[in-house]
């Protein structure tokens, strides 16, 4: 089991920067794949990011590509997303989730372990 709380959401303005934090307790963390999912009003939760366990691999949807990176920290138990060039449509509620075993990245439906969310809201 894996408990997983995010941090760091807010209303910011178009073209702002904001960074995302998750802090996961309960079973070793560096087991784990972990990614960012995010989900708007109406919408299907979509993927935005993942991270090997090690940290050596990352993955990004082309919405968010060159804007956001992924990261983690294994020492400390984090997985954080920086956002860059925020844009109205990165509006949404933000997950945190982790997943076992050797299973895509891209699929919500993969992953084992959610947080709460936090809520993104970026105005124009």
């Known amino acids: 089991q894996v408990q997983l709380v995010e941090s760091g959401g807010g209303l910011v303005q178009a073209g702002d920067s904001l960074r995302l934090s998750c802090a996961a307790s309960?079973?070793?963390?560096?087991?784990?794949?972990m990614a960012w999912l995010r989900q708007a009003p109406g919408k299907e939760r979509d993927f935005v990011a993942a991270?090997?366990?090690?940290?050596?691999?990352?993955y990004y949807a082309d919405s968010v590509k060159g804007r956001f990176t992924i990261s983690r920290d294994n020492a400390k138990n984090t997985l954080d997303l920086q956002m860059n060039s925020l844009k109205p449509e990165d509006t949404a509620v933000y997950y945190c989730?982790?997943?076992?075993?050797?299973?895509?990245?891209?699929?919500?439906?993969?992953?084992?372990?959610w947080g709460q969310g936090t809520q993104v809201t970026v105005s124009s």
């Open positions: 309960g079973r070793a963390f560096s087991n784990y794949a």
């Open positions: 989730a982790a997943r076992g075993g050797d299973r895509s990245y891209y699929s919500a439906r993969e992953y084992d372990y």
């Open positions: 991270i090997s366990w090690s940290g050596d691999r990352t």
